[in-house]
């Protein structure tokens, strides 16, 4: 079945340093991907998204890239701050029925 | 604009005592949907409306689990009686009908359910 994988968290980074997240992706079509975050105390927001292969979606930074013959759509940022802490959810969007696949989610931790 | 508001945010109850969540989604958004989201893993759809319909609700345990959305604007999900394994967030989205296939969905803060 359809499906989103995430590399575990928590994953602690200083300041300044960069980041990957790593998302693939198993679905039958060609979905949506898309990249949610969780700041703490607040609810999930959408943080980016690419509709097509070779798109790449960016947003505050962060941009991740659809790569169909990998099925992959990692998440990067040149150089992280402390508020960028926060959980992130990687998920796609099957045409079929516009409903959200979710990963498991992955927890930032950026250190002063 | 006013986001997606729920509540409360905290609750705690006994197994087989009933608790409601409710839901004031974005005004003007058709799509309305409930999440069950368990420490450490991703959200899970429970139930999906558009309006005052339901669209999916393939994954709600009807057994013990209820959910109404009246005249389409605001919703309540209702679980009765809850079980050990309903300690969750509850987390409440919508979307507009443009939204939806775009896959923007605007959430609530959630609603922490701890059921001893």
């Known amino acids: 079945g359809d499906s989103v994988t995430q590399m575990e968290g928590p994953v602690t980074l200083s300041e300044e340093a960069f980041l990957t997240i790593n998302c693939t992706y198993t679905?039958?079509?060609?979905?949506?991907l898309f990249w949610y975050v969780q700041y703490p105390g607040e609810g999930l927001q959408l943080l980016l998204k690419?509709?097509?292969a070779d798109d790449k979606g960016s947003n505050k930074g962060f941009e991740a890239t659809y790569r169909k013959e990998t099925t992959s759509f990692h998440l990067e940022k040149g150089s992280v701050q402390v508020s960028d802490s926060a959980v992130y959810f990687c998920?796609?969007?099957?045409?079929?029925?516009?409903?959200?696949?979710w990963g498991a989610g992955t927890k930032l931790i950026i250190k002063p | 604009e006013a986001g997606v508001a729920q509540s409360p945010r905290y609750k705690i109850i006994e197994k087989r005592q009933s608790v409601a969540f409710w839901c004031n989604p974005i005004?003007?958004?058709?799509?309305l949907y409930w999440y069950q989201q368990i420490l450490g893993q991703g959200p899970k759809l429970l139930i999906q409306?558009?309006?005052?319909?339901?669209?999916?609700d393939s994954q709600l345990p009807k057994d013990r689990f209820s959910a109404e959305r009246l005249k389409g604007v605001d919703s309540t999900l209702k679980i009765q009686p809850a079980k050990l394994e309903d300690s969750a967030v509850y987390l409440c989205?919508?979307?507009?009908?443009?939204?939806?296939?775009?896959?923007?969905?605007?959430f609530g803060e959630g609603s922490r359910l701890t059921v001893l």
């Open positions: 989205a919508s979307s507009s009908f443009g939204g939806l296939h775009t896959g923007e969905l605007f």
């Open positions: 998920a796609l969007a099957l045409d079929s029925n516009y409903q959200l696949i």
């Open positions: 005004s003007g958004h058709a799509t």
């Open positions: 409306f558009q309006n005052n319909g339901v669209v999916d």
């Open positions: 690419a509709t097509k």
């Open positions: 679905a039958t079509g060609y979905p949506s």
